[in-house]
Every structure is written in C-alpha cells, then in structure tokens.
C-alpha cells in the first residue's frame, strides 16, 4: 500500500493509472477503521482495478459543541488495516492540504436535510458534500463506497453527483453489525460499559419493528414511529434524538406504508451519539 498525503501526488498518481485503463474504487472515511469500513473495501476491490481509502475527521461537517476534537484516531493501527485488508492507496491529508484557505465556495444541500441527523446536525450535510465533491474530484473515481449506515448520507450524496453531473457511480454497502447486532460504528468506543451493554436494542427494536409493519400492525408512519419510540424509552438510558419514517432514497414523509420505507433513529449517550436504521421492503 502507497500512503499519500498531498492532492498532487494522489491525482497525478490517479491520471496515470487511469492512462493505463485502470478503474477506480474510492471509500472515503474518517478514520478509526472496523470492519464496516472495511467492508466498503471489500465491495471496492471487487469492481475496481484500484482501492483508494481517504482518512480525512473533515472539520466542516461538525458543528459547534460536537465531537470533532474527541472523535476517536489511530493512524498507525488505520494503515496496519487498509494495508491488510488490500487497500492500494491511502490518502490521509491534512486539515491544510483539503482546506489551504477558507472557502469561498461551498455546497448548500436543500433537500433531505430538514429531516433525521439534517434536522439535529444544522450543516452537516454541508459539510459533507463540501468534502465529499472535493475528494471526488481529486481521486477521479469510478466507485465510490458509502455504508447505509448513514443512509441519510447515501441519499444527499447521490442526489449531489446527480445534480452535478459527476461521473462517479455511487455504492451503497449493507451495515456491518457487532455479534450482539450493535452498528458497528468509530464512536462505540466512547460508550461506557453500562451503555455498550443496552445499545444492541436499538437494532432490536429496529427488527421488532420492521417484523411488525410487514404484518400490518401499523396503520400509517406515526404508529410506527410512536410505537419504536415507546420500546427505546423503555429500554434505553440514552435520550432520544429522534425516531422517524421516510420513504427511501427521497427522504419525503411517506403518504402510506408502502414501498421502500427508511426507519431510524439516533440516541444521545454521555460521550457518542448512536444512528441506526432499517430499510423496510413493504408490498402495496
Ligand atoms: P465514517 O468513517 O464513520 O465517516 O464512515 C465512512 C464510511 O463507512 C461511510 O460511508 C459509512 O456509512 C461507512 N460505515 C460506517 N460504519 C459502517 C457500518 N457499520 N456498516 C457499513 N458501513 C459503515
């Protein structure tokens, strides 16, 4: 594996291979790697001739008071694993090297982000399409890797190439889960034990609810959402952000329970807050 930590040397690096007529996977990422992340890689290195992995805690797509300085980092254990799990490049810039000056332009995502995290994040999807377009531009992919996890994510992200024009293909990847059905995310470090040992319901709760809209025991999305936020209430110390239901990947409230439903919630613990969801197949 090559480490690269300047936009010159990656893109000119990048120009060449694809001279060559190789194919490029980009997985952007913000470091402090599980197998979640690792699983985009593996999805990447079988369509692309190259895997490329930014590790890059973007300053901009955190708001103020929220964890951007406590945001878990090991850079020599992140390249141990890129480097084993067959990344080829690995991009990991500096605040300086994305950012050399402020910013006279940036994106503004209109669509999608008075919902979910958008609504509880003011900006963040700002932020994200900010770096995300520029790290597209710079690695000149093909792919690009990015975890239903953050579905909300997904849907911005694809709406921004279109909406721009950009020829990279975007990839949607299945959330990789602890054994215990935890997402696996970069801040379940920040949990305490106590915390840990609860945070699997929200994934049960999210499968208790899901099982029950295919049998039809929810009429419209406001039961569904009251009744999920009943059973986290009940189980949960953490506080609630929000639980909601939309359709997916427009991020619209849903007239009726029907088609591809987006269930998810986020929960407020002392040093993480968690996001989970579950996308709902429901036949009209
Ligand atoms: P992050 O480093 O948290 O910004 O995540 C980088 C990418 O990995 C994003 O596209 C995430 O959606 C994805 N990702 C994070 N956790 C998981 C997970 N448990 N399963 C699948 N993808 C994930």
């Known amino acids: 594996m090559i480490e690269m930590k300047t936009r010159q040397e990656l893109t000119t690096w990048i120009k060449k291979q694809k001279q060559l007529g190789y194919t490029i996977g980009f997985v952007p990422t913000m470091g402090f790697l599980h197998e979640g992340h690792l699983s985009l890689v593996e999805q990447a290195k079988k369509k692309a001739d190259i895997v490329v992995m930014s590790i890059f805690v973007n300053p901009l797509q955190f708001g103020e008071g929220e964890d951007y300085e406590s945001y878990p980092r090991d850079h020599d254990r ?14 990991s ?67 921004m190439v279109e909406d721009f024009h950009l020829e990279t293909e975007i990839i949607p990847i299945d959330i990789v889960r602890e054994s215990d059905g935890l997402a696996k995310s970069s801040r379940n470090v920040n949990l305490n034990l106590e915390e840990r040992q609860e945070a699997p319901e929200i994934y049960t709760c999210l499968k208790d609810a899901s099982r029950k809209t295919q ?66 197949e429901i036949k009209g």
Request: glycine content about 6%.
């Open 215 to 280: 049998n039809e025991e929810f009429t419209n999305s406001t039961d569904l959402e009251d009744w999920v936020r009943l059973q986290l209430q009940k189980k949960l110390t953490g506080k609630i952000d929000y639980v909601q239901v939309l359709e997916f990947p427009s991020l619209k409230a849903p007239k009726q329970l029907e088609g591809k439903i987006l269930l998810a919630t986020a929960v407020y613990y002392k040093r993480a807050r968690l996001i989970d969801n579950i996308v709902i």
């Open 78 to 91: 992140d390249k141990e694993l890129a480097d084993s799990h067959g990344v080829d490049v690995l991009f």
């Open 93 to 159: 810039p500096g605040v300086e090297e994305m950012y050399p000056r402020s910013m006279s332009t940036t994106l503004v995502v209109h669509e999608g982000t008075d919902v979910l995290c958008g609504q509880s994040r003011p900006g963040h999807f700002n932020g994200v399409a900010t770096v995300v377009l520029k790290l597209l531009q710079i690695t000149l992919a093909d792919y690009a890797y990015f975890g239903l996890k953050d579905a909300q994510q997904v849907a911005i992200i694809q709406r």
